[in-house]
């Protein structure tokens, strides 16, 4: 059983990109995507992984 992040922080949550775009979570996949950018962001254990650098380019 994967850990959600919480609603609350989802809604805080934007991309750190210039942009800062709200991010979009997909439960399925327990990612975060960008609605500008399409960037992915891994969630583990509930924490949103923001950095660049863990990008997965699709
Ligand atoms: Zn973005």
Known sequence: ???????VLLELLRCPDPHHAPLAYDREANCLTCSQCDKVFRVEDGIPVMLLDSVKEE
Do not use: K, Q
Request: proline share 43%; aromatic share 14%; no cysteine.
């Open 1 to 7: 059983m994967p850990a959600y992040p919480a609603p």
